[in-house]
């Protein structure tokens, strides 16, 4: 079983990644190096409370959030549906803004169509 630190370590390293940050910017947004972000998140390293607090202004949220979700036993479970969303989300965040708008409308109009009554 993970521990907290592991835990928070890949909480950190999820929102880094998800708001497309390297090692090196988050840390010199917080402060702090490149390598030292990169042993929070492999877990060799303890983070203080105030460089969670930063972490989490980085992150738009709160040092309470980080440590919660990162104390879940299930914050994030490895499945098929997890893969595959994580999947699409990876290849959508590739795309340049102009195709992401494209991607997003194609998918409205896709939910309006399996919302929509069968015709008869």
């Known amino acids: ?57 980085v992150f738009r949220t709160t040092g309470f959030e980080l440590i919660t979700e990162a104390a879940k036993q299930d914050a994030y479970t490895f499945s098929a549906a997890n893969r595959e969303r994580d999947a699409f989300l990876s290849l959508y965040d590739a795309l340049s803004p102009e195709h992401k708008q494209q991607a997003r409308t194609f998918l409205l109009f896709l939910r309006e169509l399996q919302d929509r009554p069968p015709e008869q």
């Not at 907290?4 to 947004?29: H, P, S």
């Not at 490149?34 to 983070?47: D, H």
């Open 1 to 57: 079983m993970p521990t907290l630190n592991e835990r928070l370590g890949e909480v950190i390293k999820r929102k880094r990644q998800r708001d497309r940050y390297t090692q090196a910017e988050l840390g010199t947004r917080i402060g702090t190096s490149g390598s030292y972000i990169s042993a929070i998140e492999a877990a060799t390293t303890s983070p203080r409370i105030s460089e969670i607090e930063a972490l989490a202004t």
